[in-house]
């Protein structure tokens, strides 16, 4: 019976052992992909230039690339050094490191360049939208702003002129039929669907002649 006690001790303690051991192994994991993104970050950050911009690709479709050209669902300015800057849900309009913004979503993100924009003018337009809201209703005036509104708002050329007009938003899909989803969305806000008011969206904005697409940035 002792010897038996004994053994079942024995098998606990290593058993606990085992584990402490696959702990350390899946921290070592978790370490390890955090080294890899700010690896890539660091090398990104060697081809960034201020006022690009970081169009996000998403590998199945969802509510906002069902009814938009492209598989884009959300766009963000490369501030500088290492920095982002969009309006994003939950947030707003803020600053965000550059690791946590390619870690927190699946996809990836597409680095693009804006020919004719005066770079650091239309950053530091888009700085003056830190602390508003994000619109979530994608309505043209409601003090909050979205992330395709963020750079349409901001960009201008070396003459101080808007780069980006608004366009027709869009909710339909590609039969001219307003989505069930952006239906019953605006139907639980009260609001009709704002369909061809201006506006703007990711994924035709990633399609205008004056944005340069440029390499994948792989996490």
């Known amino acids: 019976m002792k010897k038996q006690s ?7 303690l290593f058993i606990k052992k085992d584990c402490s051991f696959e702990r350390k192994l899946s921290g070592l994991g978790k370490t390890l992909g955090l080294f890899l993104v700010f690896a ?4 990104c950050q060697t081809t960034l230039r201020t006022g690009d911009l970081l169009f996000h690709v998403v590998e199945q479709g969802n509510a906002i690339t069902a009814v938009t050209p492209a598989m884009t669902d959300h766009v963000a300015i490369y501030a500088g050094r290492g920095m982002v800057l969009e309006a994003y849900p939950g947030i707003g309009v ?3 490191p550059l690791p946590v913004v390619l870690s927190r979503s699946s996809g990836h993100y597409v680095t693009a360049r804006v020919g ?3 770079r650091r003018q239309s950053v530091a337009n888009a700085r003056a939208y830190i602390g508003l809201p994000y619109d979530s209703l994608f309505l043209p005036t409601t003090g909050a702003v ?5 750079v349409q708002l901001s960009y201008v050329d070396r003459r101080g002129h808007p780069i980006f007009s608004a366009i027709p938003m869009s909710f339909h899909d590609s039969t001219g039929t307003i989505t069930p989803f952006w239906q019953q969305f605006y139907q639980r ?5 704002p369909e ?3 506006g703007t969206n990711p994924g035709e904005l990633s399609q205008r002649r004056q944005v340069k697409m440029g390499s994948r940035i792989i996490k």
């Open 196 to 198: 061809g008011e201006p």
């Open 116 to 118: 004719e924009a005066d």
């Open 146 to 150: 979205y992330c395709s509104e963020l």
């Open 40 to 43: 890539v970050c660091a090398a």
């Open 6 to 12: 004994l053994f079942v001790k024995k098998q606990c």
């Open 94 to 96: 803020a600053l965000t």
């Open 189 to 193: 806000h009260g609001l009709g669907v």
